[in-house]
């Protein structure tokens, strides 16, 4: 059964600073691996989507990169700002096809002081 | 792009009332959406497989007639609290995934408070 852990819990730092979230999976046959972002008492914002077969996917300031053999997924967050203060979730997606259906970790919740 | 909409986003209900939660895929079909449930500070936890023109699919533990679930449509699930109680108020969310597309969208999600 797949289970996915984020380390840290909780995260402070002041701004401008580079910071990486980790996310660590204990089934290598995952399909794909997604980032999220969620802000109090919101949904859920996709932030990165990693396929199986790439190793990482960058948009903007976040890189996120994904290791099948390690089960690790890190999320790189470049020059960080008080906008980014959220809760970042990883999830993984288990199995050979997409069925859409995500396993969570429990979260890393950023903040971002000014 | 693709969305999900959930409604309501909030909904308070008094204890021993059933409450409907609806999640519709705009723009395209979801033959398949997914119910999670997620409780303060915690990560969200799926419920059930909502599956169209066919049963959900409930994950162990998640009492399938306390929360019923129709996808009578490509475009709309429903998640209904029966008999709700003060231990179901909690944050629910739907998501659903494109065909052919890898991610998954989520909908705003329902803050249900039963009192």
């Known amino acids: 059964k797949q289970e996915v852990t984020q380390i840290p819990a909780a995260l402070s730092v002041p701004e401008g600073e580079n910071l990486v979230l980790n996310c660590s999976f204990t089934?290598?046959?995952?399909?794909?691996l997604q980032w999220f972002r969620q802000d109090p008492g919101k949904g859920l914002t996709s932030l990165l989507l990693?396929?199986?077969?790439?190793r990482e996917q960058t948009s903007g300031r976040l890189n996120a990169s994904l290791d099948k053999s390690s089960g690790r997924s890190t999320l790189y967050i470049a020059a960080s700002q008080p906008g980014d203060s959220a809760t970042y979730l990883c999830?993984?997606?288990?199995?050979?096809?997409?069925?859409?259906?995500?396993?969570f970790g429990q979260g890393t919740t950023l903040q971002v002081k000014p | 792009g693709a969305v999900v909409s959930q409604h309501p986003s909030r909904v308070i209900c008094k204890s021993g009332t059933s409450v409907k939660i609806e999640c519709r895929s705009l723009d395209f079909q979801a033959t398949t959406m997914f119910w999670y449930r997620q409780f303060p500070k915690q990560s969200l936890m799926l419920m059930a497989t909502s599956n169209e023109g066919s049963k959900a699919t409930y994950e162990q533990g998640v009492e399938k007639d306390k929360f019923l679930i129709n996808h009578a449509s490509l475009t709309l699930s429903t998640l209904t609290v029966t008999s709700a109680h003060p231990e179901d108020s909690s944050f629910y969310i739907c998501?659903?995934?494109?065909?052919?597309?890898?991610?998954?969208?989520f909908g705003q999600g329902t803050r249900l408070t039963v009192v």
């Open positions: 998501s659903a995934s494109q065909t052919g597309q890898g991610g998954t969208i």
């Open positions: 999830a993984g997606q288990d199995g050979s096809s997409n069925t859409g259906k995500l396993i």
């Open positions: 089934d290598s046959a995952i399909y794909n």
């Open positions: 990693i396929q199986s077969s790439q």
